[in-house]
């Protein structure tokens, strides 16, 4: 039974304080949305494109062009509504952002300000086995996306990239109900995982297509369930904004840094002014960028290109009906029918590729052969160090869910001996082959036949009569022997026949 009352511990981070403190995060999460096109144009989204060239006139805002909307970022974002069960929004409407940036040709942003597509959901956040924490979402809405100022080419000017332009994002914006760095991380590993699943947004950090603006205050301690009890914001202290994180690692520091630095100002009497702040991961340290800007500051207004967006319940029952088995559906399904640790189904639906890879291996076993276990005790211990060896993901694995299906099978079958097994991996992952085919090519079944077992003892004793007669007076002396045998087989001979005879043979 999953335990959803979890608290996170009093962050360490009050070390030195003079009070208790309680730190309070609620994060903004930007995903770019999967989609081949823009969320008003045409222009191909496809990542390192030569600079400019992924531009329609409309990301451009070259006068009297109209944005069209996507229906299938629509679409996207209905399924990401979808799947953190969120109520989908069949009225939305479009707003405009305004503000000068340099990589913003328009001067606005167009967003969804007063009806988000996708209204209250939540994300359960695994904090160990068995704990979680339920962190509510208030909302999803699209948006578009700006261009790229580039300082670091010309040391005299600055370039600008408008392939990022209008591209479509979802920000996912969670309520302040995450209660440390690591949380805070569990949180955003765990919305990834899904919007893998789900095929949304590909999670990838690095290409910037998903990033997080951290809020972070910090309160005196019991002032947070005060806050859950009334939902008032009153209850809680002056938050500052940490801007477009994209590594979960300098995501934890920042907050770290930023809760001391909140605290060290309350206890010194001062007070915290609500800002937007960037973290620098070589100072590890927050920086004030610029005081926090309130939604009148941007003038937004409905943006009078766009008609409101109207979709119909049919609609989004149909994408309902076509959503995959989700990651917590799936952990779940693994631990009952496959007998499974809460470690084993945990690690399988990490991601969904490896997900798959175990469905197909004990798809293509036999029936009620292989356990689920031993499927995952082969992916999780022995393929899995492998590919980490070579820098290869589950897509890439050269061993295919069938081989591993038939090599499992012949040790089980007793056609191999579990030593031979992990040779035989090693030949299937490096040269391929059909691992039955090899197993008899290369001579590698199991010897279960005791007569050829007796022989090779015998010829082992018979050369050393002096490490006998040691072994008869200390029978921990036998494992010599057993090693003995086990090479003149080429490790082929059944380990447990093998431990019989020598035992027998000792005593006799
Ligand atoms: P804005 O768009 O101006 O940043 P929002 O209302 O969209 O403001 O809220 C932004 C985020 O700030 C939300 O994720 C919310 O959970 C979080 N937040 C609000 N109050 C606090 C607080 N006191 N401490 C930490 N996070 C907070
Ligand atoms: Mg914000």
């Given at each position: 039974m999953?335990?959803?009352t ?13 009070h208790d403190?309680e ?54 974002a209905v399924?990401?509504?979808l ?34 597509i ?16 339920v962190?509510?979402?208030e909302r ?6 700006a261009?790229?100022s ?24 969670s309520?302040?109900?995450?209660r440390?760095?690591?949380?805070a991380?569990?949180?955003v ?9 789900l ?25 947070y369930e005060?806050y ?25 520091a920042?907050?770290d840094?930023?809760a001391r630095?909140?605290?060290a100002i309350?206890e ?5 002014h ?9 100072k ?10 309130e ?15 109207e ?22 399904r ?5 007998d ?11 991601d969904v ?8 291996v004990?798809e ?8 689920g ?8 211990n ?7 060896k070579d ?5 890439d694995?050269?061993?295919t ?8 099978q012949?040790?089980?079958s ?25 197993v ?6 199991q010897v ?39 090479k ?17 043979k000792?005593?006799?």
């Amino acid at each position: 039974m999953l335990d959803t009352t979890y608290t996170a511990p009093a962050p360490k981070i009050i070390a030195g304080a003079k009070h208790d403190w309680e730190l309070v995060i609620g994060l903004e999460v930007h995903a770019q949305v999967s989609s081949k096109a823009k969320l008003f144009s045409g222009a191909s989204t496809k990542f390192g494109n030569e600079p400019n060239s992924n531009v329609a006139f409309v990301d451009a805002a070259m006068p009297g062009m109209l944005p069209v909307i996507n229906e299938y970022c629509v679409e996207q974002a209905v399924r990401t509504g979808l799947g953190l069960k969120a109520d989908i929004n069949l009225y939305s409407a479009f707003d405009r952002k305004n503000y000068f940036y340099p990589d913003l040709p328009q001067g606005y942003q167009i967003s969804q300000l007063y009806h988000p597509i996708v209204g209250e959901g939540e994300i359960l956040v695994e904090m160990g086995e068995g704990i979680a924490r339920v962190v509510r979402v208030e909302r999803i809405h699209l948006e578009q996306d700006a261009g790229k100022s580039i300082h670091d080419m010309d040391p005299n000017m600055s370039f600008v990239d408008l392939n990022r332009t209008g591209v479509a994002l979802m920000e996912i914006v969670s309520r302040p109900d995450i209660r440390g760095p690591e949380e805070a991380a569990a949180y955003v590993t765990k919305l990834r995982q899904i919007l893998r699943y789900l095929g949304t947004c590909d999670g990838n950090m690095q290409n910037g297509n998903l990033r997080a603006d951290v809020n972070v205050s910090v309160c005196r301690a019991g002032q947070y369930e005060k806050y859950m009890e009334t939902q008032d914001f009153d209850h809680l202290g002056t938050r500052c904004e940490i801007k477009n994180m994209n590594s979960m690692r300098f995501m934890q520091a920042a907050i770290d840094f930023e809760a001391r630095r909140q605290i060290a100002i309350l206890e010194d009497g001062g007070e915290v002014h609500q800002e937007t702040r960037l973290y620098d991961p070589d100072k590890n340290e927050t920086r004030s960028m610029r005081s926090k800007e309130e939604a009148h500051d941007y003038r937004y207004f409905p943006c009078p290109d766009l008609l409101p967006l109207e979709i119909e319940q049919a609609w989004v029952d149909d994408i309902a009906a076509s959503l995959p088995e989700l990651p917590d559906d799936k952990k779940s399904r693994f631990i009952n029918d496959f007998d499974m640790s809460d470690y084993d189904a945990s690690v399988l639906t990490a991601d969904v590729a490896t997900a798959h890879y175990f469905e197909e291996v004990i798809e293509a076993s036999e029936p009620d052969t292989i356990s689920g276990k031993m499927a995952a005790n082969w992916i999780v211990n022995v393929l899995f160090s492998y590919l980490k060896k070579d820098n290869l993901s589950i897509t890439d694995c050269p061993v295919t869910p069938n081989q591993l299906a038939s090599q499992i099978q012949l040790e089980l079958s007793g056609e191999i001996n579990g030593k031979i097994a992990k040779d035989l991996f090693e030949i299937v992952y490096t040269e391929g082959g059909d691992p039955a085919e090899i197993v008899e090519n290369r001579g590698m079944k199991q010897v279960t036949d005791t007569g050829a077992i007796e022989a090779a003892v015998d010829e082992i004793m018979a050369a050393n009569p002096a490490q006998v007669e040691k072994a008869k007076q200390n029978p921990k002396l036998a494992g010599w022997f057993v090693g003995q045998v086990m090479k003149a087989t080429g490790g082929k001979a059944n380990p447990k026949a093998v431990n019989q005879i020598i035992a027998a043979k000792l005593k006799g």
